[in-house]
T-cell receptor, first 112, second 113 residues
Framework: GENVEQHPSTLSVQEGDSAVIKCTYS??????FPWYKQELGKRPQLIID?????GEKKDQRIAVTLNKTAKHFSLHITETQPEDSAVYFC???????????FGSGTKLNVKP | GAGVSQTPSNKVTEKGKYVELRCDPI?????LYWYRQSLGQGPEFLIY????????DSGLPNDRFFAVRPEGSVSTLKIQRTERGDSAVYLC???????????FGPGTRLLVL
């Protein structure tokens, strides 16, 4: 099955700086890559996703890039704010988007 | 509109007991998923329903775990003879149909003493 690895496990940045979280996957059949934000005790919330026919996608301060050849994808958050502090999970899914394989999460701390 | 809801929000039980966890998907969503999230880990896939049938139950850890969705809407995850290792947050998600974005519920935090 698919194996998703996520780095770093923790990331601390100063407010206004950029944050980058990286994930690798093993199954070349994976074709959908969502990113979820999970605040303490809350449900995972989808923040951005990308499909394998696209190399980059941007939504305001958040962007995701995908390198299918290298089998890795990254989340970029610019101009970070304290409310960006949360745990971020990447996921990958092959065929039909039915079974998500999640990374182990990155705890982002944005210091005011 | 209303999102995915799960009940109870917290469940404490004793080792060996039986528990049921309920998920109400977003209205009109035909696909429903169960995940388990242990502390400090990402969600782990358990089972997926398309309509009333379990299309993929490959993530269920053993035969103590079972899930149903008799009318294609509400789903119940059932755990028999609970063990301390079953303690985790059980998340439910739904999507309009298979292949669409999954929206998560708030989870049920299960603690087996």
């Amino acid at each position: 099955g698919e194996n998703v690895e996520q780095h770093p496990s923790t990331l601390s940045v100063q407010e206004g700086d950029s944050a980058v979280i990286k994930c690798t996957y093993s199954d070349s059949a994976s074709n959908y890559f969502p990113w979820y934000k999970q605040e303490l005790g809350k449900r995972p919330q989808l923040i951005i996703d990308i499909r394998s026919n696209v190399g980059e996608k941007k939504d305001q301060r958040i962007a995701v890039t995908l390198n299918k050849t290298a089998k890795h994808f990254s989340l970029h958050i610019t101009e970070t704010q304290p409310e960006d502090s949360a745990v971020y999970f990447c996921a990958a899914t092959p065929y039909n988007f039915n079974k998500f394989y999640f990374g182990s999460g990155t705890k982002l701390n944005v210091k005011p | 509109g209303a999102g995915v809801s799960q009940t109870p929000s917290n469940k404490v039980t004793e080792k060996g007991k039986y528990v049921e966890l309920r998920c109400d998907p977003i209205s009109g969503h035909t696909a429903l998923y169960w995940y388990r999230q242990s502390l400090g880990q990402g969600p782990e896939f358990l089972i997926y329903f398309q309509g009333t049938g379990a299309a993929d139950d490959s993530g269920l850890p053993n035969d103590r775990f079972f899930a149903v969705r008799p009318e294609g809407s509400v789903s119940t995850l059932k755990i028999q003879r609970t063990e301390r290792g079953d303690s985790a947050v059980y998340l439910c998600a739904s999507s309009l149909t298979s292949g669409e974005t999954q929206y998560f519920g708030p989870g049920t935090r299960l603690l087996v003493l």
